[in-house]
C-alpha cells in the first residue's frame, strides 16, 4: 500500500535546497532563506557526478550540519542514498526523507541493496526515474521500496539522457510519468525542473507544466549564490527565485471537471508536440535523401524534375491518406509544399 508522503492540501508540495552541501555556512544560509516556503529541504551529501576530477559532495561531514539545520529549523531533510551504507548514516543522522538517483534507479542491484537496508524501518522513499526511458525499470524500483515494507513511496520525474544537444538537458518525455500515475494513482508524483531542464531559465515552465499534469508537487534545486555553487550552478535558482516560482504556480485542483479538463488537455497537447517533433525528424530525413538523390542526378547528368515519378508520388500519398481519412487537398497541399522544397534544394545544389 503507498501512502501520502507530504500533507494533502490544493497547494503543490515544495522540496528545495541546494544541488550539494558545500560548507556549513552555505548550508544555513540557503535553508533559512527558503525555511518558509518549502515542505521539506533537499541537499546533497554524496553525489553520483559524472567527472571524477570534479566535486563529490561532503560526505558524511554534511550530516553533522543536517543534524543542526533540523535542532534549529524543524524542517524536514531529503538527501540522496546509493547504498547500504548511505542508508544508515542518513538515518542515524535523522533524516526524513531518502531519495535514489536517476542513476541508481537504472541499476536492480543497488536499488535492491538499498532496499534490503531499509527493512523495518518506518521512513520516506523518492525515486526518481532511470536515465533510461523505462517504465518498468522506473516501476521495479518502486516495488522492490514497496516489498521492504516502507509505505511513503513518492516518485520524481527529472526526465531522461540523450546523446546531443537539445533545449532542455534532460528529455521530459512526459507520457512515462503520467504513465506510472496511471499504474499508481496514489504515488505522490513531484516534478524535478532542475535536472529535466539544466538551465534556471526553464525552471519556471516546466514547474508549470507539471502542474497541468496533475504533478503533486516539484522538487527544485536552490542556492543562496547559484552561480558559485560547486555542482549544477546553471540550473539552480536563488531563495527569491524559488519564492516567485512558488507565488506564480498555477495548481489546478484534481477533483473538480475544469481540472480534469486541463490535465487531458495538457496530455493530448504533449502527445501532439510529440508527433510534430517526429514530422520534423521525418522531414529532415526526407531532405537528407533528396540530397543524395541531387548527387545521383548531377551525377548522371540527369534532369531535376522527373514529372512521372511526382505525379506517381502525389497519388500515392493522396491515396494513403484517403485509406486514413484524410482531405484529398490538404494532402495535396502538403506535398506540393514539401516537392516544391525538394526541387529547390537539388536545383540550389546542382
Ligand atoms: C540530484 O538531485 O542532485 C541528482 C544528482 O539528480 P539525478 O539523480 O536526477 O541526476
Ligand atoms: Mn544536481
Redesign the pocket.
Known sequence: MISNCFHKDKRAIVVSGP??AESREQLFSTVDAIKDCVDAV?V?IW???TNPYSFQGVGEEGLKWISEIKQEYNLKIAT?VANAEHVELALKSGIDIL???????TNPFIVQEIAEALKGVDTTVLI??P?NPDLELWCGAIERILLAGIERVGA?H??FSYYGKGKYR?MPQWQLPIDLKQRYPDITLLC?P??LSGDRKYVMELSQKAMLLGFDGV?I?SHISPESAK??ANQQITPDELKKIINTLKVHKKSVDDSSYNIKLEELRTQIDGIDNALIELLSQRMEIVKEIGELKKMNNSSILQSERWGKVLERAIQSGKELGLDSDFVSSIFKLIHQAAIEKQTKDF
Not at 99 to 105: D, K, L, M, V
Open positions: 544541488c550539494s533537499r546533497g553525489k553520483p557526478r540522496e531519495w535514489i538517483g536517476a542513476r541508481s534507479t526518481k526515474n536515465i520524481i527529472r526526465g534532460n524535478d532542475s535536472h522538487f534545486e555542482s549544477d
